[in-house]
């Protein structure tokens, strides 16, 4: 609260200082290494969820059942035959089904055993002439050749067709987690909205007008916090059929008290300064005062805000995915993307490590933008709220 | 100060009254009736099920009857679990919750509040720097994922406690970690950022001027009055813990009252959903009237009429 008013105070005595504070908060910026390396991670974040699933060769929605749980890197092996290219093919880990690869990493088919050897637990396959068998009859299970031994992998390779493995239903993860991109944004986007228009506007009449108007104004911002933010969305999701449009509405119809609080606060110091009432004999109504000369000096503790409240929007939308009330499927969110792959965690770790990582860094480069936001803005200020 | 307290109590029933309200409409916005989702129901008993529930009744009256019903604290009955009424259920899913809550509560103000302190003390050291980035962690890191990845490490890899149920102390263990992780970070910084603001004050060096011992310094002169911004937290803080996260229930399969409103939420229970709607928001609300109450009395500068302004 207290950096306003010194601003206020140095563009009393030097006008041309406004503009040097916002330089200085810029630079100051420029120089936080992590909250620059958060700013250039949100910006790619946006272009890749944007242009993303563009150029990709999958669906989020395109299931191929003969291809699921494939993980982004596999142990390949190799099977010589006399006359021809040999063969590739690699064990997933988690089903122990054998599956070809190209030579560049690309996956072909599932393989066929030629036969089940149910009794011995061996499935043999035939490569040509050379024979590679599945021992399952002892963990861990292994390939071995004709004559049982173990074969040797020739290296890890990538998977080529999806970077980031295929989920249960043989989905591409990366292009599901880039449509969750898509919607962690879009509920970002739509919390900053609210927050900028009703937040702002809300706590700036609010703390203008004073007197009684404040008091009811206060008092229903009140009573909308007292019911803890989730429990309204759920309230909200459980009319509404969920989907994305309901999280929209469900965020965006409470998500502006906090913003109105902070907002308030700020106007009922700034509104006994000398310039408003300037401003005030000068005729200018409410609306001129609030836009022209209140909001853009509150501008800062605004923007810290809405950077530190951007988080907790992408938190809440995933968090409602993940029990179940989020976006319906085949869409995907990076709420629902955690869910689904908690199911198979225990033979598919990789698949909860994307979405989970995904949705980690994100609120770390918000939360890390923010506090750097807020230490451009007033070095003195280290204080959490 | 008596008139702020009935001034504050009179505000909850009003805010309970208008939360009621809220849910009783939302509720009954939903298009169909609660047996409708079922699988085909013979209309007669269709009707006998409405009738039984007064769902005939205009929906006036039957506002009226609910507000009736929660004055004398009956939740009304569930109408997915036949006989089973929504108080019982709350009644079932409270010790687990609680307890829980409260221990999670105790990790958070006893790790905490000491983590921030240490942190500003030792300001610019690798303690700092390892309780803050300890800090930024928990914050960021949705509890959901954590609660995940401890799962999958401690109970599946390691095998050290068990993967769901209370049955013994080490099922607690994973729980109250998932749960307290972002308050404890949360309380973390705020006690770093606050005692470092202490720090500063003039006080402080008068109390080393004076000569008195630095552990004296720390507690009597320091601590004290950095808590406060602490306390003033911790409000919100206890009412969320002690109410339980949903999803922490969910994921340890803890019979809580945060499981039976995510199980009442898929299974359209609207009775269930509402009254446990209304239980929390009482529970919050009360925990937030005590915590406010507990502000006054530490800090014996915050005068009422101050505190309004």
């Known amino acids: ?385 | 100060m008596l008139k702020y307290i009935t001034n504050r109590i009179f505000l909850m029933f009003i805010t309970l009254f208008l939360i009621i309200t809220l849910t009783f409409f939302l509720m009954h916005a939903i298009p169909g009736g609660p047996f409708t989702s079922e699988k085909m129901l013979a209309p007669e008993i269709e009707a006998a099920l409405n009738a039984k529930y007064h769902l005939n009744d205009p929906v006036w009256l039957q506002y009226l009857n609910y507000l009736k019903s929660v004055a004398s604290f009956d939740l009304g009955p569930s109408f997915k679990y036949p006989g089973i009424q929504v108080n019982d259920m709350i009644a079932d899913g409270l010790p687990v919750t609680l307890k829980i809550g409260s221990l999670s509560l105790l990790v958070v103000v006893l790790i905490g509040v000491p983590m921030g302190i240490l942190a500003a003390l030792k300001k610019g050291h690798w303690q700092d720097s390892l309780v803050m980035a300890f800090a930024t962690i928990g914050i960021a890191i949705p509890s959901y994922v954590i609660a995940t990845i401890l799962l999958f490490v401690f109970a599946l890899k390691l095998g050290w406690v068990p993967t769901f149920g209370l049955d013994e102390w080490r099922g607690y263990i994973l729980p109250v970690v998932a749960l307290s992780g972002f308050y404890l970070s949360y309380v973390a910084r705020l006690t770093r950022s606050s005692m470092l603001d202490v720090l500063d004050q003039d006080f402080m060096k008068t109390a080393k001027a004076k000569g008195l011992s630095p552990y004296k310094i720390l507690i009597h002169h320091g601590l004290r009055n950095a808590l406060i911004p602490i306390v003033t937290v911790l409000g919100p803080v206890v009412a969320n813990l002690l109410t339980g996260s949903f999803i922490i229930e969910q994921i340890f399969a803890l019979p809580g009252i945060g499981r039976h409103f995510v199980l009442s939420i898929s299974n359209r229970d609207y009775t269930t959903i509402m009254g446990i709607t209304i239980f929390y928001a009482c529970f919050l609300m009360l925990m937030i009237f005590i915590v406010d109450m507990l502000y006054l009395i530490i800090d014996p500068r915050i005068k009422l009429s101050g505190k309004k302004s």
């Open chain 1, 1 to 385: 609260m207290s950096y306003i008013p010194d601003n206020v105070a140095n563009d009393n005595q030097k006008p041309q200082k406004i503009k040097s504070y916002w330089q200085e908060v810029k630079s100051r910026l420029w120089h936080n290494r992590p909250a620059m390396l958060s700013l250039s991670f949100i910006i790619l974040l946006i272009i890749s969820a944007i242009i993303g699933p563009f150029i990709t060769r999958h669906t989020y929605y395109d299931q191929n059942l003969k291809l699921s749980n494939i993980a982004p890197y596999f142990e390949v092996y190799e099977a010589k035959t006399a006359n021809q290219e040999p063969t590739y093919f690699f064990m997933n880990q988690g089903n122990f089904k054998l599956y070809e690869v190209s030579k560049n990493g690309e996956l072909k088919d599932i393989l066929r055993a030629k036969r089940r050897d149910m009794i011995n637990k061996k499935n043999i396959y035939q490569f040509g002439e050379t024979q590679v068998i599945l021992n399952y009859s002892s963990l861990p299970v292994q390939l071995q050749d004709a004559e049982e031994n173990p074969l040797q992998s020739i290296g890890t390779w990538w998977n080529k067709t999806y970077l980031f493995g295929t989920d249960s239903l043989g989905r591409d993860i990366l292009v599901r987690l880039l449509y969750g991109a898509r919607i962690s944004l879009t509920v970002a986007f739509v919390a900053t909205f609210v927050n900028f228009f009703i937040g702002i506007f809300y706590g700036g009449i609010s703390g203008y007008l004073g007197g009684m108007t404040d008091a009811i104004m206060m008092r229903i911002v009140e009573i909308i916090s007292t019911i803890p933010l989730t429990l309204y969305v759920i309230l909200i999701m459980v009319v509404l059929e969920s989907g994305l449009l309901a999280i929209i509405i469900a965020i965006g119809s409470v998500f502006w008290v906090d913003m109105a609080r902070i907002v308030r606060g700020q106007v009922l110091s700034l509104k006994t300064l000398d310039y408003v009432a300037s401003a005030e004999t000068m005729g200018a109504n409410m609306w001129q005062i609030l836009i022209g000369h209140l909001l853009p000096n509150a501008m800062g503790p605004i923007l810290v805000t809405m950077t530190l409240l951007i988080p907790s929007a992408i938190f809440i939308e995933s968090f409602m995915s993940f029990i179940g009330l989020g976006v319906s499927v085949p869409m995907a969110s990076w709420g629902t993307l955690t869910a689904e792959a908690v199911e198979t965690l225990r033979s598919y770790p990789y698949q909860l490590f994307f979405p989970a990582t995904a949705i980690s860094l994100t609120m770390f480069a918000f939360n890390f933008l923010g506090d750097g936001l807020r230490d451009a803005m007033d070095p003195k200020l280290n204080n959490d709220n």
